[in-house]
């Protein structure tokens, strides 16, 4: 069974400073992580995946994430974090080569204070 | 290209009654699969589609069914509704049979059971 473990429902950072959302996953084999956000009465929308190759990733709008297999983590970060930033955060994973369907963590709600 | 399209977006029912939603992919995308977003339960895997097939199903009772047509449309039916239906249900599309693609989700449709 694969499974994602958010840690912290709720991330408080100011505008500016760097953000960091936790993610730590576990899966059969070789895994495929995702970030999504989430906007009020909105769906989700991808931020960035680690498929296979650089530990980093590089996403939409300034976002990044670190996949360590040692830790099994996956953790989303971005530099400087803008109030707009603000928003419930999933990360997912699918292991490789088997069943297709998304397992989510519980989700970070994310503000940022001006 | 348009997004995915979910309709419609908002539901009241009462218990007992049946409801169906429906799901327009991402144009060229042959994948759709249905979540399920509680406050209690976070984002749950209902089923997916492939080519008019279901190819995956998640842990739900038999209420929760669902097809495919051969535009790729799909719909989804909760029939005897319960209280404990009421969610956003979110759909989500993909290009194929790839595990490393990306899924595009939908604003949803938010069900209201009374």
């Known amino acids: 069974a694969q499974s994602v473990a958010q840690p912290e429902d709720q991330v408080n950072v100011a505008e500016g400073n760097p953000l960091t959302v936790k993610c730590t996953y576990s899966?059969?084999?070789?895994?495929?992580l995702f970030w999504y956000v989430q906007y009020p009465n909105r769906g989700l929308q991808f931020l960035l995946k680690?498929?296979?190759?650089?530990?980093l990733v590089k996403g939409s709008y300034g976002f990044e994430a670190e996949f360590n297999k040692s830790q099994t983590s996956f953790h989303l970060k971005k530099p400087s974090a803008l109030v707009s930033d603000s928003a419930l955060y999933f990360c997912a994973v699918r292991a490789s080569g088997s069943a297709r369907q998304l397992t989510f963590g519980s989700g970070t709600q994310l503000t940022v204070l001006p | 290209k348009a997004g995915v399209t979910q309709t419609p977006r908002y539901l009241i029912k009462t218990r007992g009654q049946q409801v169906t939603l429906s799901c327009s992919p991402i144009s060229g995308h042959r994948s759709v699969s249905w979540y399920q977003q509680t406050p209690g339960q976070g984002l749950q895997f209902l089923f997916e589609y492939f080519s008019e097939t279901q190819r995956n199903k998640g842990n739900f009772p038999g209420r929760f069914s669902g097809r495919q047509f051969s535009n790729s449309r799909s719909e989804m039916n909760v029939s005897t509704l319960e209280l404990g239906d009421s969610a956003l249900y979110l759909c989500?599309?993909?290009?194929?049979?790839?595990?490393?693609?990306?899924?595009?989700f939908g604003a949803g449709t938010r069900l209201s059971v009374l």
């Open positions: 680690y498929i296979t190759g650089d530990n």
């Open positions: 989500a599309s993909s290009p194929g049979q790839g595990d490393r693609n990306i899924q595009y």
């Open positions: 899966v059969s084999g070789n895994p495929y």
